[in-house]
């Protein structure tokens, strides 16, 4: 009987600089489109030596100093200098730059994003809602073994037969049970087709900060979320009422008060014209006082909600007992801890809510994260980039004066008085052809090794994603992507599961030093809440983590507590990152004047980067923790885990 592997799932130990890869794809590009050359060139190696004289012009002599100039090119070409609450129009980086690994084309990509939730002219839904049967029904119907192995493997793997919202990555198997499955549903309820005057609607509040975090208001609309669905009403929130938005930045991108300025809107445009024009001619009834089990026995057309019981989660049901089937990855005490079923329940649905709500950041706060993420790791990443480039000229310039010294060239074949095979000389041109491909062979290695040593492990698989980038060069150089997409691991092209290959390395998170914990320590008045443990216990808990990553050193911290930063830049054995955000003094103020002092987008930005670690640790008794908790468990990072430090307050 044939036996099948399923694929390991690996974390990479090491900073990658994908877009230097990409960069080195190009150069190899530059070689083999390069025309041969003439028996009479003295030197043999002429595209060779320009290319390495071209990278040694920007490299200079010192890779510091390269980093320095490409920290401060990278700073202006994405606007991260000055007071732009919007990122550029378009990257105009120097020439010689390549773009940062670190940092994301903010426009750009939102731009990508609202395309993708797009409906077509006739009201087509966008592609990645549609699905053809799964791999093991179509195996099973008699399509091959192969795919059926493949479903096996991962239980309800993700391809043909599974939707694939574009802001859900890795592996089903890294995500809690039917993730793109219950996304697309809640995009389809939330984006109804047509101009929503038919639909029932439930028009929500959002809570105030008075009583609420910014974690604790969108556990309350996720709730919110779910009454919606079970009533068949799409969820629309009253457009002024988020109060954590009510700043000069939110207003100067037109978002006051309006969580768009942080995300995407969780409904479509249509419904919530509907719902502002139910709002201006004052046909709603008071939203203050309505609570869940008033609004769910309405009739009403549109029903407004003021409140909301956080713990709500029955819409789960909806999509049978899949939340049953989630794996236990929360540790605490050292050991696994198993959820009661109705906790499993709630679990499952807040993670799947804050998802959809939380699934892409607006322009604004991708500009902010842009920000936040130079200024932690800008300098990092250029270093790599300086290296990686410098190591790149001088393999090419070894081997130009490699293939140059060859006795074999077409310049030694004249000195030697050799007669070549047929005219203007053939053979000759042909050796240095075959030459030619040598070298850029070496050179494909090189940077299919570069790529293989520093995997993204949480890249949705994509079949098209190298073919894509493949189509951008000519000939051969795109047979060299191909392959050295394939030396990374992936094979498409190669078998009958082409989409269930490793991950592909154009399809990149932004760049963090990896493996990296995000650590959350809660502190201030949260007390009266719950119980507090001090910064030395978290530690505590994250070198536990050190013999499962032996490499971890990159701490990304959050904490709202100024004491916890001085204490940590004291800690020699880690590499602490953290936001810029203002924090508590000891014994200033309390934690309601330490959020009128911060920047809630800068707060947003953090989470965002906490959610892309690779390990976690925090305490799940506050909103914000198990904020992280529930991102990562969407994000391909289920099987990461949490180390819980009061496991007891969830």
């Not at 842009?370 to 250029?382: C, M, V």
């Not at 074999?408 to 042909?430: E, I, L, R, V």
């Not at 932004?510 to 007390?527: E, N, Q, W």
């Not at 909103?623 to 007891?648: D, H, P, Q």
């Given at each position: 009987?044939?036996?099948?592997?399923?694929?390991?799932y690996?974390?990479?130990?090491?900073?990658?600089?994908?877009?230097?890869?990409?960069?080195?794809?190009?150069?190899?590009?530059?070689?083999?489109s390069?025309?041969?050359?003439?028996?009479?060139?003295?030197?043999?190696?002429?595209?060779?030596?320009?290319?390495?004289?071209?990278?040694?012009?920007?490299?200079?002599?010192?890779?510091s100093?390269?980093?320095e100039?490409?920290?401060?090119?990278?700073?202006?070409?994405?606007?991260?200098?000055?007071?732009?609450?919007?990122?550029?129009?378009?990257?105009s980086?120097?020439?010689?730059?390549?773009?940062?690994?670190?940092?994301?084309?903010?426009?750009?990509v939102?731009?990508e994003?609202?395309?993708?939730?797009?409906r077509?002219?006739?009201?087509?839904?966008?592609?990645?809602?549609?699905?053809?049967?799964?791999?093991?029904?179509?195996?099973?119907?008699?399509?091959?073994?192969?795919?059926?192995?493949?479903?096996?493997?991962?239980?309800?793997?993700?391809?043909?037969?599974?939707?694939?919202?574009?802001?859900?990555?890795?592996?089903?198997?890294?995500?809690?049970p039917l993730t793109?499955?219950?996304?697309?549903?809640?995009?389809?309820?939330?984006?109804?087709?047509?101009?929503?005057?038919?639909?029932?609607?439930l028009?929500?509040?959002?809570?105030t900060?008075?009583?609420?975090?910014?974690?604790?208001?969108?556990?309350?609309?996720?709730?919110?979320?779910?009454?919606?669905?079970?009533?068949?009403?799409?969820?629309?929130?009253?457009?002024?009422?988020?109060?954590?938005?009510?700043?000069?930045?939110?207003?100067?991108?037109?978002?006051?008060?309006?969580?768009?300025?942080?995300?995407?809107p969780i409904?479509?445009?249509?419904?919530?014209?509907?719902?502002?024009?139910?709002?201006?001619?004052?046909?709603l009834?008071?939203?203050a006082?309505?609570?869940?089990?008033?609004?769910a026995a309405?009739?009403?057309?549109?029903?407004?909600?003021?409140?909301?019981?956080s713990?709500?989660?029955?819409?789960?049901?909806?999509?049978?007992?899949?939340?049953?089937?989630?794996?236990?990855?929360?540790?605490?005490?050292?050991?696994?801890?198993?959820?009661?079923?109705?906790?499993?329940?709630?679990?499952?649905?807040?993670?799947?809510?804050?998802?959809?709500?939380?699934?892409?950041?607006?322009?604004?706060?991708?500009?902010?994260t842009?920000?936040?993420?130079?200024?932690?790791?800008?300098?990092?990443?250029?270093?790599?980039v300086?290296?990686?480039?410098?190591?790149?000229?001088?393999?090419?310039s070894?081997?130009?004066?490699?293939?140059?010294?060859s006795?074999?060239?077409?310049?030694?074949?004249?000195?030697?008085?050799?007669?070549?095979?047929g005219?203007n000389?053939t053979?000759?041109?042909?050796?240095?052809?075959?030459?030619?491909?040598?070298?850029?062979?070496?050179l494909v290695?090189?940077?299919?090794?570069?790529?293989?040593?520093h995997?993204?492990?949480?890249?949705?698989?994509?079949?098209?994603?190298a073919?894509?980038?493949?189509?951008?060069l000519?000939?051969?150089?795109?047979?060299?992507?191909?392959?050295?997409?394939?030396?990374n691991?992936?094979?498409?092209?190669?078998?009958?599961?082409?989409?269930?290959?490793?991950?592909?390395?154009?399809?990149?998170?932004?760049?963090?030093?990896?493996?990296?914990?995000?650590?959350?320590?809660?502190?201030?008045?949260?007390?009266?809440?719950?119980?507090?443990?001090?910064?030395?216990?978290?530690?505590?808990?994250?070198?536990?983590?050190?013999?499962?990553?032996?490499?971890?050193?990159?701490?990304?911290?959050?904490?709202?507590t100024?004491?916890?930063?001085?204490?940590?830049?004291?800690?020699?054995?880690?590499?602490?990152?953290?936001?810029?955000?203002?924090?508590?003094?000891?014994?200033g103020g309390?934690?309601?004047?330490?959020?009128?002092?911060?920047?809630?987008?800068?707060?947003?930005?953090?989470?965002?980067?906490?959610?892309?670690?690779?390990?976690?640790?925090?305490?799940?008794?506050?909103?914000?923790?198990?904020?992280m908790?529930?991102?990562?468990?969407?994000?391909?990072?289920?099987?990461?885990?949490?180390?819980?430090?009061?496991?007891?307050?969830w």
């Amino acid at each position: 009987m044939m036996r099948h592997r399923c694929r390991s799932y690996l974390r990479p130990s090491q900073p990658q600089s994908h877009v230097a890869s990409a960069l080195t794809l190009l150069l190899i590009g530059a070689l083999l489109s390069s025309p041969s050359l003439p028996a009479s060139n003295t030197h043999g190696a002429g595209p060779l030596l320009a290319l390495a004289q071209s990278a040694s012009q920007f490299l200079g002599d010192a890779a510091s100093q390269e980093a320095e100039a490409l920290v401060k090119a990278w700073s202006e070409a994405y606007g991260l200098w000055g007071e732009s609450v919007l990122p550029p129009s378009a990257i105009s980086l120097p020439p010689g730059v390549p773009a940062a690994p670190h940092l994301e084309d903010c426009a750009r990509v939102s731009a990508e994003r609202e395309a993708a939730e797009r409906r077509g002219a006739g009201g087509e839904e966008p592609s990645w809602t549609q699905g053809a049967p799964r791999r093991a029904e179509a195996a099973a119907a008699g399509a091959g073994a192969a795919a059926a192995a493949a479903a096996a493997c991962s239980g309800q793997e993700h391809g043909e037969g599974v939707p694939q919202p574009p802001w859900i990555r890795g592996p089903d198997a890294a995500n809690l049970p039917l993730t793109r499955v219950v996304q697309r549903d809640i995009w389809r309820h939330q984006f109804p087709l047509g101009d929503c005057t038919d639909k029932r609607l439930l028009i929500a509040k959002w809570p105030t900060p008075g009583g609420h975090g910014a974690g604790s208001q969108v556990h309350v609309m996720s709730a919110m979320l779910s009454l919606a669905m079970l009533n068949n009403r799409v969820l629309v929130e009253d457009p002024d009422s988020y109060l954590r938005a009510r700043t000069a930045d939110c207003e100067a991108v037109g978002h006051n008060s309006r969580w768009d300025c942080y995300f995407f809107p969780i409904t479509s445009v249509e419904c919530r014209r509907v719902a502002v024009q139910q709002l201006i001619t004052n046909t709603l009834p008071e939203c203050a006082g309505v609570r869940f089990e008033e609004a769910a026995a309405s009739d009403a057309k549109f029903v407004c909600v003021g409140m909301a019981n956080s713990m709500e989660s029955s819409a789960a049901s909806l999509w049978g007992d899949a939340y049953l089937n989630t794996t236990c990855t929360v540790e605490a005490e050292g050991r696994l801890m198993p959820l009661a079923p109705e906790l499993r329940k709630v679990h499952w649905w807040r993670a799947q809510a804050v998802r959809f709500i939380m699934r892409w950041p607006s322009a604004h706060l991708c500009h902010v994260t842009n920000q936040e993420r130079h200024r932690a790791f800008g300098t990092l990443s250029a270093n790599h980039v300086a290296r990686f480039l410098q190591t790149q000229s001088e393999a090419l310039s070894a081997l130009s004066h490699s293939i140059s010294a060859s006795p074999g060239t077409a310049t030694a074949a004249a000195n030697a008085g050799a007669t070549p095979a047929g005219a203007n000389g053939t053979a000759a041109a042909t050796d240095w052809e075959a030459r030619r491909r040598t070298a850029a062979d070496r050179l494909v290695a090189l940077a299919a090794s570069f790529l293989s040593f520093h995997p993204d492990p949480y890249a949705t698989p994509t079949a098209t994603a190298a073919s894509d980038h493949s189509a951008s060069l000519s000939g051969d150089a795109a047979a060299a992507a191909a392959a050295a997409a394939g030396a990374n691991g992936g094979e498409g092209g190669s078998g009958d599961n082409g989409n269930d290959a490793g991950w592909s390395m154009l399809v990149q998170e932004p760049y963090m030093p990896r493996p990296i914990v995000s650590l959350h320590v809660r502190g201030t008045d949260k007390f009266a809440e719950m119980g507090l443990s001090s910064l030395d216990s978290h530690i505590f808990h994250m070198t536990r983590l050190r013999p499962h990553a032996l490499h971890l050193q990159h701490v990304w911290l959050n904490t709202e507590t100024q004491a916890n930063i001085d204490q940590v830049k004291e800690l020699a054995s880690w590499t602490f990152f953290y936001s810029s955000n203002a924090r508590q003094q000891d014994g200033g103020g309390g934690l309601r004047q330490y959020e009128r002092d911060q920047s809630v987008a800068v707060s947003f930005a953090s989470v965002l980067i906490a959610a892309q670690c690779d390990l976690f640790v925090g305490s799940l008794g506050s909103n914000w923790s198990r904020l992280m908790n529930e991102l990562r468990s969407t994000n391909g990072r289920l099987l990461a885990g949490f180390v819980a430090v009061n496991f007891g307050e969830w």
